[in-house]
């Protein structure tokens, strides 16, 4: 009889545990996936913010001025513009009114929780040649670390996917929609390539490994790119071949060769990672002989290859602002005043955290550092907002206050770059957003606890 009773106890036991976790998990899931913030896409309608100080950021200052939201775009902007009517009035006095910001090199929705979580983490593919993964369609659009980051300013993202060789293809997405075709503003912009470089890292634990071994995997990797790269040239001009003349052989279809063909052929930019010079020169150097439309991502020592980045139209995504240099020899600002090393230099550039998504959020504070180090505060706001826009091709739509741009605008009650600025009111895609997240709502729940 206490042997059965032990049994049942151990057996109400176990189901009640086995019942809690259940419930923990699904709650855990719940916070995870229910969206409650991210599905919040705000309001449509006109709006008129009067009265304001509006930084177009790609012309002059407006002191005292108007800006129209209608139909998702800037419909006017100046400092006579009449307010239609039936138009919602924003007061403007005493703010600024700034172009939302962008961060050109994210993992923005293609990872959740990098540590310990790996169903929440989408951002390679098996395999060292990927040509053919896109990033958009791995993007999840309800992740926590997009309303996060919007409700700091930042509208805008380029995501990226890592690993191997050639990682796949990158995305520009809008922070905001419940589909990526709705986030989407350029689908497949650019190729991202893992530049082979020199390692002596093995791991940690293990042994370096010898200068002359890394000097020869690096050389290995990089005749594997190049064939790629060839062999995707080929076989564009098999399928050209073949469009012409039906009585020619039809080439098998290859995806991963077909998805580089417009990046070989210089119609879409190939973004190479490399941060140190000799292997940001080895990028030049590739860049020259493939004739490809060259993007570094990184790029540590960018200002030290000046002049063949300059010649070979080569821009820099540069994202090492948050990061310690890397030469024990290196002064303690190395990576903080590259940037204005960069303008100096007249390399074209951009800011941008490098962040899977977490902490993409600082972006503003990243080129405030660069400020404070050099960067005219011109160029720091313009290195997060209208370089950017330039460098991803879309400063046509985005990246500065002009009539006829898409209504990504934010306004501050002060500077957009510095960590005490309050956002006032976030519109992107023309439409109000709320400013709420999940830290808001922490901070309201705590915040008169003793």
Not at 133 to 140: C, R, S
Not at 271 to 281: L, N, V
């Amino acid at each position: 009889m206490r042997i059965t009773n032990y049994k049942l106890q151990i057996t109400k036991f176990l189901c009640g545990a086995a019942l809690f976790l259940l419930t923990a998990h699904c709650s855990l899931l719940t916070a995870q996936s229910d969206g409650s913030q991210q599905n919040q896409n705000g309001r449509s309608g006109t709006f008129a913010i009067t009265n304001a100080r509006i930084v177009t950021v790609s012309g002059a200052i407006i002191e005292s001025g108007t800006i129209v939201i209608k139909d998702g775009k800037i419909e006017a902007i100046g400092a006579n513009v009449n307010v239609p009517s039936g138009a919602e009035r924003i007061d403007g006095k005493g703010l600024s009114v700034f172009p939302g910001m962008i961060d050109a090199g994210t993992n923005m929705g293609l990872v959740e929780i990098g540590q310990g979580a790996p169903g929440s983490v989408d951002l390679a593919e098996t395999g060292e040649m990927n040509s053919n993964a896109k990033a958009i369609t791995a993007i999840h659009p309800h992740s926590a670390h997009i309303n996060i980051t919007r409700v700091n300013g930042i509208t805008t993202v380029m995501s990226m996917p890592q690993g191997g060789i050639v990682s796949g293809q990158s995305a520009i997405i809008n922070l905001i929609g419940a589909t990526q075709s709705e986030m989407a503003i350029v689908p497949t912009f650019g190729l991202v390539v893992n530049f082979p470089r020199v390692s002596t890292f093995a791991g940690f634990g293990q042994p370096q490994i010898d200068f002359n071994e890394a000097i020869r995997r690096r050389d290995l990797r990089m005749e594997d790119l190049k064939k790629l790269f060839k062999s995707a040239d080929n076989y564009a001009k098999m399928q050209e071949g073949y469009a012409k003349d039906k009585t020619l052989p039809s080439p098998a279809t290859d995806l991963k060769l077909e998805a580089m063909v417009p990046y070989i052929r210089g119609e879409k930019p190939v973004i190479f990672t490399a941060e140190r010079e000799r292997d940001i020169r080895g990028v030049v150097k590739f860049v020259e002989e493939t004739k490809v439309k060259g993007i570094i991502y990184g790029g540590q020592d960018a200002w030290k290859v000046a002049d063949g980045l300059k010649k070979n139209n080569i821009s820099v995504i540069y994202t090492n602002i948050y990061n310690l240099p890397v030469q024990t020899d290196d002064d303690y600002d190395y990576l903080f005043n590259a940037p204005a090393k960069m303008a100096a230099a007249g390399i074209k550039f951009c800011i941008s955290t490098g962040d899977g998504g977490a902490e993409v959020r600082d972006l503003p504070y990243h080129a405030g550092l660069a400020s404070a180090y050099g960067l005219s505060k011109d160029d720091a706001l313009k290195s997060v907002t209208l370089y950017p826009a330039q460098i991803l091709g879309v400063a046509d739509k985005i990246g500065s206050l002009e009539a006829g741009k898409i209504a990504n605008v934010v306004v501050t009650d002060g500077d957009i770059l510095q960590p005490r600025t309050n956002i006032k009111y976030l519109f992107i895609n023309g439409r109000m957003m709320p400013l709420t997240s999940r830290h808001t709502e922490l901070f309201e729940q705590f915040k008169d606890r003793k």
